[in-house]
């Protein structure tokens, strides 16, 4: 599609939707919010973000307030102050999962080390980890979905307004029952700059859903990739100075959110498809993170490239605030996989992976490996 149209519209949908495809394109449009918006309706925010939408369905001044009160927690010095826990959770992964026979790297590694650290900074107790995994399970299936649908499906519609009602009120409890305690977090500590249980709810509910399944994905997806190019796995071996620029290239080829969306503001025509003020636009990072008219060998996955700016994580205001973050993530995984395991192979052959079917988003449900000392 990207090599044919620069742009497309997509016939017969619900609410009208044109795709982008090139770098050349995306790339600005995400960083122009004055005229590609993110704000949305409130019937599209229901179908589609839910209270996530706080801030990825708001532009400033909105999403200025809100971002401001997230991203204190996420610079590189706040990061620093979470390694102590990444590493813990990481050593009890390989312990796990090194030497122990077949496992679920989904599972056991990549949603052990992210679920149990966003639970960790957040204040949330180990016993409560199952709601918070059952529910961003389904978020990451049903995400984004709704935008491309020729009818509706008010099942699926039930699922948002259910994750909503029970992770939202949990969030809400859990925040009231940190006020009795001495032990900081991340998510009292938002709390006490807004106003209401929804911000408390729909700020908590962002924080959990972009710091859970985003990462653990590109984590099991980066994996997957050097199984399957080992001569890039051995380099990485052999040169673990190699290591960012690896991270980078995972995030490259195979980031987890594979698009993000954006409502014109203006009336405009582009490569012969007419673009009206309210109409959808998708702009497929992942397509533009692979566009070999911006990126060298774009369909390579080369460990070693750079420089290599990419939008993997967007780009502009809505640039994803947990990118340190994950960044940490990753380095420690793969720097602590490095040097615990001499092989890892695929335990069940082609059926060893198991996608979740989404396709707006890059969703592992299962990968069956062995790893070995």
Request: proline fraction near 5%; charge should be negative.
């Amino acid at each position: 599609m990207r090599a044919a149209c620069r742009a497309y519209r997509h016939p017969d949908t619900l609410v009208p939707v044109v795709s982008f495809f090139r770098h050349a394109d995306i790339a600005p449009m995400l960083a122009d919010w004055e005229n590609w918006s993110s704000e949305r309706s409130e019937e599209k925010k229901a179908r589609g973000l839910g209270p996530a939408s706080i801030m990825l369905g708001n532009d400033p001044p909105l999403h200025t307030k809100y971002r401001k009160i997230m991203v204190p927690h996420f610079t590189p010095q706040s990061v620093r102050g979470y390694d102590a826990v990444i590493s813990r959770l990481v050593d009890e992964a390989v312990e796990a999962c090194v030497d122990t026979g077949e496992i679920d790297f989904v599972e056991q590694f990549s949603q052990h080390v992210t679920t149990g650290l966003i639970c960790e900074i957040c204040g949330i107790p180990a016993e409560d980890r199952g709601l918070i995994r059952r529910n961003s399970i389904l978020i990451s299936e049903i995400y984004g979905k709704g935008l491309f649908w020729k009818e509706p499906h008010p099942e699926v519609e039930a699922i948002v307004t259910g994750v909503s009602v029970e992770l939202g009120g949990y969030l809400i409890g859990h925040v009231e029952r940190l006020k009795n305690t001495d032990k900081p977090s991340v998510m009292s500590a938002i709390a006490t700059q807004l106003d209401s249980p929804y911000e408390i709810a729909a700020m908590s509910m962002l924080l959990i859903a972009g710091g859970v399944e985003t990462t653990a994905n590109n984590i099991v997806h980066g994996l997957q990739e050097l199984i399957r190019n080992p001569v890039q796995f051995e380099m990485l071996r052999s040169d673990p100075s190699l290591l960012d620029t690896a991270i980078e290239e995972m995030v490259r080829y195979r980031g987890t959110l594979r698009r993000q969306e954006r409502v014109a503001k203006n009336d405009i025509e582009i490569d012969g498809v007419t673009i009206e003020a309210g109409d959808t636009v998708v702009l497929w990072n992942a397509s533009a993170c692979r566009d070999p008219d911006y990126i060298e060998r774009s369909e390579e996955f080369d460990i070693s490239r750079s420089p290599n700016k990419h939008v993997g994580y967007g780009n502009g205001i809505h640039m994803c605030i947990g990118n340190v973050l994950a960044r940490a993530e990753l380095r420690a995984i793969f720097g602590r996989l490095l040097t615990a395991t001499s092989s890892i192979e695929e335990a069940r052959g082609d059926d060893s992976y198991e996608d979740a079917g989404n396709g707006v988003m890059d969703v592992a449900r299962r990968y069956s490996l062995k790893m070995h000392s």
